[in-house]
């Protein structure tokens, strides 16, 4: 199984601010994802972060907002731009690994006040 | 489009009894992979168990099993001798098996509470 760490754990930042988001998996994996799961609700995906190519965004989400980055095969950012209230949430980095599993890491607790 | 839908809000079990978590699903895919995640307070998203579409033995993980009834679609997941740690959110989640679809489509999810 994959090991997935996230930084930082938590966060609490002003609104109109910006937060960069890092995900950092134990083996090299193809396709990385990002997930928002607002409170009390179920996790929605933001986007799919490929190595080498733009990242594709599912709709609702556009790239100024969540800006994406994917420097290698290990790694990758996300950045919760402008940030309001309504930002607020649980941030998880997805991979998927040899076979049918996919894992989360550990989340990024994000409020905005 | 998938659809996912877990009609339990919110369950209690009393320490160490079976519990039976309900998921049930729509799809028009023929192939597609069914998961269970538990989320603890903390937030973590713990991966739990899969089944395949196509598999015919219904999933089993330590004291997780996966109830599997394809022409009902729905894919229940039994936690037997329930323990306290076991107290957290549970989400089923559904996946298209075809390839380049990795994006996972995840019901509402079940409270379960586990009672000393």
């Known amino acids: 199984s994959a090991v997935i760490s996230q930084k930082p754990s938590r966060d609490i930042c002003q609104r109109g601010t910006s937060l960069t988001i890092q995900c950092q998996v134990d083996?090299?994996?193809?396709?990385m994802f990002w997930y928002r799961q607002q409170p009390g609700q179920s996790l929605t995906l933001i986007a799919t972060a490929n190595q080498g190519s733009e990242a594709t965004y599912e709709s609702g989400f556009v790239i100024d907002k969540f800006p994406i980055s994917r420097p290698n095969l290990t790694f990758s950012t996300l950045t919760v731009s402008n940030m309001s209230p309504e930002d607020s949430s649980i941030y998880l980095c997805?991979?998927?690994?040899?076979?049918?599993?996919?894992?989360f890491g550990p989340g990024t607790r994000l409020t905005v006040t | 489009a998938q659809k996912i839908t877990q009609t339990q809000p919110g369950m209690f079990v009393q320490e160490k009894e079976a519990v039976t978590l309900d998921c049930t699903y729509d799809t028009s895919d023929q192939s597609y992979g069914l998961f269970w995640y538990k989320q603890p307070s903390s937030g973590e998203m713990i991966f739990l168990i899969y089944?395949?579409?196509?598999?015919?033995q219904n999933a089993t993980e330590g004291r997780y099993s996966l109830n599997f009834q394809k022409a009902r679609k729905s894919a229940n997941l039994v936690i037997s001798a329930s323990q306290l740690g076991d107290s957290a959110m549970y989400f089923c989640a559904m996946r298209y098996s075809g390839a380049g679809s990795y994006q996972l489509t995840f019901g509402k999810g079940t409270k379960l509470s586990v009672i000393p």
């Open positions: 083996s090299q994996v193809t396709m």
């Open positions: 997805s991979v998927v690994g040899d076979g049918y599993e996919q894992y």
């Open positions: 089944q395949g579409s196509y598999d015919e």
